[in-house]
């Protein structure tokens, strides 16, 4: 697990740990079998979470509003790679090892980290007339207690509110919250592969912008969380914003760090399902972290109950491209 944290802060090191048993025991018996890529269906509780105020974004060529969230996407076109990296300044990274080509399907992915105002909607319409107990115990919360979060729980009812002024802010939740929202809204998390393609495009790239560093693109090395998209440079070659930085990012695959030792070269995604007990990919950069981490080939970690520090989460979802739209 890739913790090069900022040494000011070193409260964030600790993980917390889903906070509540019998929720998550309980669903924790709710195993799927499948291992395949599946983007789930729309459901009532996803076409409630609609009141942010993306709808009115109008999309380029290369983007759609997916219709559950009102969030906008852009078309990841299907692509060869090599994934992974070798370099000299990152000796410590043996996960990336061996640098290998990959092939991607096309996806269309979130334009944006999922913001606070996205998920408080998705969960007060998902725990809406739930016992007040699970509520206050579920693995969907956010780390509602750390200082950067941007959310809030109201511990009579239960409902979770946006502190003013953090709508737009990333939220903070663990690999589970992120899973569950994703399936929610018809989408799914994106795998380490489609992740770093995003980011590299068919130059591989070591930065969203390029192969130089550059401390200003990105919101990486600070102490709070901006507003997605406030860091116009952090912007990858299919037009993605804060890959680098702002919050990292869960992905939908098992953490193994000698997984490239023999990934497939095709669509390759290290299937954990979704209660198994394995930690769970986490990529790029973020607020706390260095340029290191912010590499497109950098990996983490974190246990699959846990919230990991400054880590939040975008989705992926199919559909036709743009132009058979
Ligand atoms: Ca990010």
Known sequence: MNMRLISSIPRRIKLQLC???????????????????????????????????????????????????????????????????DDPDAPDRPDERPP????????????FEVTCAQYVAFFNAKWKDKPLKDRLGTCD????????????????T??????????????????????????AMGK?????????????GSDG???????????????????????????????????LFDMAGNVREWCADRYEPTYYQQSPIKNPFNYGGTWEPWDRAIRGGGYGFTEWDSRASSRGSAPYLASAPCTGFRCVAGGPPPTAQ
């Open 188 to 200: 799914r998390l994106p795998t380490e592969a489609e992740w770093e393609w995003a980011v590299r």
């Open 19 to 85: 906070p509540l048993g019998v929720t998550c025991r309980l669903a924790a018996r709710r195993r799927d079998k499948a291992g395949s890529l599946s983007y789930g269906g729309v459901s009532g509780i996803a076409m409630l979470a609609a009141s942010f105020g993306l709808a009115a974004v109008a999309p380029a060529a290369s983007e759609r509003v997916f219709p559950a969230d009102k969030g906008p996407q852009v078309w990841v076109p299907p692509g060869e790679f090599v994934m992974g990296a």
């Open 205 to 239: 790239r070591k930065y969203p912008w390029g192969n130089a560093w550059d401390p200003k693109k990105a919101n990486v090395g600070t102490d709070k969380i901006v507003a997605v998209g406030s860091f116009t440079g952090d912007v990858s070659p299919f037009g």
């Open 158 to 183: 239960g409902e979770l509110k946006v502190i003013p002024g953090r709508e737009k802010w990333p939220v903070l939740v663990g690999w589970h919250a992120a899973f569950y929202y994703c399936e």
């Open 141 to 156: 919360l956010p780390k509602v207690t750390w200082p950067e979060s941007g959310v809030v729980q109201d511990r009579s």
């Open 100 to 111: 290998h080509k990959v092939t991607v399907d096309g996806f269309w992915m979130d334009k």
